[in-house]
């Protein structure tokens, strides 16, 4: 039985709101709002050419999407790091069907800005058997128009937090990728895309085996 990812995370919300000042909320509200409203982040869109990329996975190897392309779709899908808690869930609700994944053919690949050490360490916390390379710089992220900066009043509230994302990344840029999942045909075109503001919205991966079946079809 596969995890309902959402589910999770509405019960991570529900237990987030009741332990965290409003202050806190409406600071990372606010922040969500002003992403939506920006140039920021938009991600490409269905029916574009995925850019290709070549990056180093957790383990010191060379990761090309073009080379993955040749066997079969990819699934691509951008995460912030390791240190946040919904990149985590939805990690592991992916790695639940890996298995349904590699029977269409395809591939998964993760990517987030941290450093090789930082993706090692997310890689072996959740036990994952795919791809999860390291866009140090958001470099991929953004030639897929994925980035972002975070707002000085946000970086304060994180490293309040102890979540210290300049470390994971190796740079002081605050930058992120905003959370997004491709599903990339063999001839690099963009086939499935879901690109949101809010992290807390995200595709199914439960949904996305399913887009990835109609790929195949």
């Not at 596969?2 to 509200?29: A, C, G, L, P």
């Not at 140039?39 to 999407?65: H, M």
């Not at 090789?116 to 140090?136: A, C, F, G, I, R």
């Not at 710089?137 to 210290?164: C, I, T």
């Amino acid at each position: 039985m596969t995890t309902d990812m959402r589910s999770q995370f509405e019960q991570y919300i529900k237990n987030f709101k009741q332990n965290t000042s409003k202050e806190i909320q409406d600071k990372m509200s606010n922040a969500i709002d002003e992403l939506e409203a920006s140039e920021e982040g938009n991600g490409l869109s269905k029916g574009e050419k995925a850019p290709d990329f070549t990056l180093p996975d957790a383990k010191g190897g060379q990761v090309q999407l073009s080379e993955q392309l040749k066997f079969g779709p990819v699934i691509v899908t951008f995460y912030r790091g390791g240190w946040c808690p919904y990149c985590n869930m939805e990690l592991r609700a992916y790695q639940e069907i890996l298995d349904d994944i590699h029977k269409e053919g395809a591939q998964l690949i993760a990517i987030s800005p941290q450093t090789p050490d930082q993706s090692m360490t997310t890689q072996e916390k959740n036990d994952l058997q795919y791809h999860v390379l390291s866009d140090v710089g958001n470099k991929s992220a953004r030639q897929f128009n994925l980035v972002y900066k975070l707002p000085d009043y946000l970086v304060e509230v994180y490293k309040d937090k102890g979540l210290n994302v300049d470390k994971h990344n190796g740079d002081d840029s605050w930058t992120l990728p905003v959370s997004a999942t491709y599903i990339i045909d063999t001839d690099g075109s963009i086939v499935y895309e879901y690109t949101k503001s809010d992290y807390k919205d995200r595709a199914e991966p439960s949904e996305v085996l399913q887009k990835l079946k109609k790929v195949k079809a």
